[in-house]
Structure formats: C-alpha cells, structure tokens
C-alpha cells in the first residue's frame, strides 16, 4: 500500500527524526518489528512430550500430532510496532533495534526500573 502526501508528511526517520526524504532522498524503508519472548512452559510440555514419545525425530513427530501443540514463543505486543527509515540511516549505522523499538513506544517498557530515560 503506498502512501499519500499528507500519510507520508505524518512519518518521520527513527534514527534521525527527519522526514523520511529529507535531502532529496527517493527511497526510504517501512519496518514491521515484534518482539518475542519464549514460553518456558510451552518448552517444557513440547519437550516432556517428546519425551515421552521416545525421542528424537519420532518422538518430536508424534508429541505434535498426540500433543496440543503449545505455542514456545509469544508476542509481546499486541500488534508489530511499525518504523520508518531513511536511505541515509538505513545504509548508515543505524542505532541498536531494541533502542529504536523503545523510542518508538516508550510505555511498553514502563515498569522497567533500570531503563535510562535519559538517552
Ligand atoms: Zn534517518
């Protein structure tokens, strides 16, 4: 889907905070980032399951077609956190992912006490 003028003006480079065509620049990038955690417990049932079956690349066969198949992986949002970024700062060195995603939502990591707000 492409943008119209005034979508396109809302959206700003997360690295360099300009316009996502400043300095004449004709291509820029969308990003769609989630973030994961693993679901220890998932991890466990899948692997006690397979276990349980024996093993291997049989025990790991039947633990999914007899098991319930959890999932070993969720998301940590609700939906992917979108991003934008310029031609310069994508072929530049861009700042670490994680900084980036934090910025862009600065109240999902809220409740984390060693956060530096400070930059
Ligand atoms: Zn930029």
Redesign the pocket.
């Known amino acids: 889907m492409g943008f119209k003028r005034e979508d396109l003006g809302n959206h700003?480079?997360?690295?360099?905070?300009?316009g996502?065509a400043?300095g004449g620049g004709i291509t820029f990038y969308r990003l769609s980032v989630e973030r994961f955690m693993l679901d220890v417990q998932g991890i466990r049932q899948t692997a006690g399951l397979e276990m349980h079956f024996g093993g291997g690349q049989a025990g790991a066969v039947l633990a999914n077609i007899m098991g319930a198949d959890p999932d070993i992986a969720q998301p940590l949002t609700d939906k992917p956190i979108t991003l934008f970024?310029?031609?310069?700062?994508?072929c530049?060195k861009?700042k670490p992912l994680a900084l980036l995603v934090e910025e862009a939502c600065p109240t999902d990591d809220s409740n984390d006490e060693a956060k530096d707000h400070t930059g």
Not at 12 to 18: I, S
Not at 85 to 90: I, L, Q, R, S
């Open positions: 700003k480079c997360c690295v360099c905070h300009q996502v400043h970024m310029c031609e310069d700062c994508a530049m861009p």
